[in-house]
């Protein structure tokens, strides 16, 4: 059975950093788009950033576009989020999501999603 397990994720201050991995089993991504979604306490699911199967393309949400890095070891079947200069506002679940088509993955429209790791972010 296809799975996305996310790590990385806890506590820390503003300006910091952490990486988020997710690690697929079950079948192999290596073709698959890939996805990294938000969501914050009391607030719907948020596109974070994406990345094509062969890591040529990728895509940002305006809110961390030059502060997250999206980048993914196929070898490994893993996707990381390099996430730096880390505010308040980026505490949430963060899921990783992957998808054939990497317009699905940005859009939401995927069947495989992890169960989530959480990030707090203190001022």
């Known amino acids: 059975q296809a799975q996305l397990v996310e790590s990385g994720g806890g506590l820390v201050q503003a300006g910091g950093s952490l990486r988020l991995s997710c690690v697929a089993s079950?079948?192999?991504?290596?073709?698959?788009?890939m996805g990294w979604f938000r969501q914050a306490p009391g607030k719907g699911r948020e596109f974070v950033a994406a990345?094509?199967?062969?890591?040529?393309?990728?895509d940002y949400a305006d809110s961390v576009k030059g502060r997250f890095t999206i980048s993914r070891d196929n070898a490994k079947n893993t996707v990381y989020l390099q996430m730096n200069s880390l505010k308040p506002e980026d505490t949430a679940a963060y899921y990783c999501?992957?998808?054939?088509?990497?317009?699905?993955?940005?859009?939401?429209?995927?069947?495989?999603w992890g169960q989530g790791t959480r990030v707090t972010v203190s001022s």
């Open positions: 990345i094509s199967w062969t890591a040529g393309i990728t």
């Open positions: 079950g079948r192999t991504f290596s073709s698959y788009a």
């Open positions: 999501a992957a998808d054939p088509a990497l317009n699905r993955v940005v859009a939401g429209r995927t069947n495989y």
